[in-house]
T-cell receptor
Framework: AQKITQTQPGMFVQEKEAVTLDCTYDTSDQSYGLFWYKQPSSGEMIFLIYQGSYDEQNATEGRYSLNFQKARKSANLVISASQLGDSAMYFCAMRHIQGAQKLVFGQGTRLTINP | EAGVTQSPTHLIKTRGQQATLRCSPISGHTSVYWYQQALGLGLQFLLWYDEGEERNRGNFPPRFSGRQFPNYSSELNVNALELEDSALYLC?????????????FGSGTRLTVV
């Protein structure tokens, strides 16, 4: 069974600082994908970044990077130079490449950027 | 390109009634997923439809049901509403071939049961 764990219910960061949001996962499959989504107060889920289980390099998308440590089963999101607009809920998710293919989400981390 | 659209945006129902939520996927996407997000909680998987068929179902009672139409739009029905069904219901679509793209979500339907 898949399971995603996000241990930080809330994070408070000063504007322009970097922030790391933690995510660990559990799966017995070898082929899977890891995702991070941002959910502003409006409710829509915004896709941020993807990491495949066979990707050797950490994924990057602009200010977002994913610190992927396969042996430790962790997929932390790093946001560099945080902005006030980064304040939102952040969800880590996993999807098996074969089989059910549903996205399984963690409980989320509420990030607040202070000016 | 239009995104995933959900209707209605808000829905208020009385306990025991039925609710119908609708979702139109991105053009070309054949898979539709439904998730429930209770207040302050993560997303719980409800249903997955692909090519008109139900492919997978989460741990929800049978009064949660749905269908996918030939144009790939989808409907979620919740019968015999209970107070704890109050939540944000999110629909997402994907092209099943692009497993690295994740899903594209709609803005959700906020269901309130009173």
């Amino acid at each position: 069974a898949q399971k995603i764990t996000q241990t930080q219910p809330g994070m408070f960061v000063q504007e322009k600082e970097a922030v790391t949001l933690d995510c660990t996962y559990d799966t017995s499959d070898q082929s899977y994908g890891l995702f991070w989504y941002k959910q502003p107060s409006s409710g829509e889920m915004i896709f941020l970044i993807y990491q495949g289980s066979y990707d050797e390099q950490n994924a990057t998308e602009g200010r977002y990077s994913l610190n992927f440590q396969k042996a430790r089963k962790s997929a932390n999101l790093v946001i560099s130079a945080s902005q006030l607009g980064d304040s939102a809920m952040y969800f880590c998710a996993m999807r098996h490449i074969q089989g059910a293919q549903k996205l399984v989400f963690g409980q989320g981390t509420r990030l607040t950027i202070n000016p | 390109e239009a995104g995933v659209t959900q209707s209605p945006t808000h829905l208020i129902k009385t306990r025991g009634q039925q609710a119908t939520l609708r979702c139109s996927p991105i053009s070309g996407h054949t898979s539709v997923y439904w998730y429930q997000q209770a207040l302050g909680l993560g997303l719980q998987f409800l249903l997955w439809y692909d090519e008109g068929e139900e492919r997978n179902r989460g741990n929800f009672p049978p009064r949660f049901s749905g269908r996918q139409f030939p144009n790939y739009s989808s409907e979620l029905n919740v019968n015999a509403l209970e107070l704890e069904d109050s939540a944000l219901y999110l629909c997402a679509s994907s092209n099943g071939q692009r497993t690295n793209y994740g899903y594209t979500f709609g803005s959700g339907t906020r269901l309130t049961v009173v």
